[in-house]
């Protein structure tokens, strides 16, 4: 863990560069590598082509994301690496947001680790940063 998920509208998909978003939230997530494992990161990107937004008379557009993250961090921990996360999402879509209308959301999900599987060997490849 952490999961960041992304779902985004298909009118944007042009001027959006996912990819980039993608690689700006590892930079913030690895550097908290003593709260969040390097091994456990992941992201994804789903693009959405059947929505609706506002009352559908516009070309709106929006970006939602998910934090999804095992129990146990502290609320302050929590509120820093949301808000940091959120503040690159803001930043990434600026110049989009002030040519057209756009809406930006972001949530945190923290799930109990029962009721959750996993098998991971990409954590014993990051061991050696951790000393």
């Given at each position: 863990?952490?999961?960041?998920?992304?779902?985004?509208?298909?009118?944007i998909?042009?001027?959006?560069?996912?990819?980039?978003?993608?690689?700006?939230?590892?930079?913030?997530?690895?550097?908290?590598?003593?709260?969040?494992?390097?091994?456990?990161?992941?992201?994804?990107?789903?693009?959405?082509?059947?929505?609706r937004?506002?009352?559908?008379?516009?070309?709106?557009?929006?970006?939602?994301?998910?934090?999804?993250?095992?129990?146990?961090?502290?609320?302050?921990?929590?509120?820093?690496?949301?808000?940091?996360?959120?503040?690159?999402?803001?930043?990434?879509?600026?110049?989009?947001?002030?040519?057209?209308?756009?809406?930006?959301?972001?949530e945190?999900?923290?799930?109990?680790?029962?009721?959750?599987?996993?098998?991971?060997?990409?954590?014993?490849?990051?061991?050696?940063?951790?000393?």
């Amino acid at each position: 863990m952490p999961h960041f998920i992304v779902e985004y509208t298909d009118n944007i998909k042009d001027e959006a560069n996912i990819a980039k978003l993608l690689e700006e939230i590892h930079q913030v997530l690895i550097t908290r590598n003593t709260v969040f494992p390097i091994g456990g990161l992941r992201s994804r990107a789903i693009e959405l082509k059947e929505y609706r937004v506002a009352d559908g008379t516009e070309e709106d557009a929006f970006v939602h994301a998910v934090l999804k993250i095992a129990a146990g961090r502290s609320k302050e921990i929590k509120k820093e690496v949301c808000g940091a996360l959120f503040e690159v999402m803001k930043e990434h879509f600026s110049s989009l947001m002030s040519q057209r209308y756009l809406a930006l959301s972001m949530e945190l999900i923290e799930f109990n680790e029962e009721g959750t599987y996993k098998q991971n060997n990409i954590h014993a490849r990051f061991k050696i940063f951790e000393n």
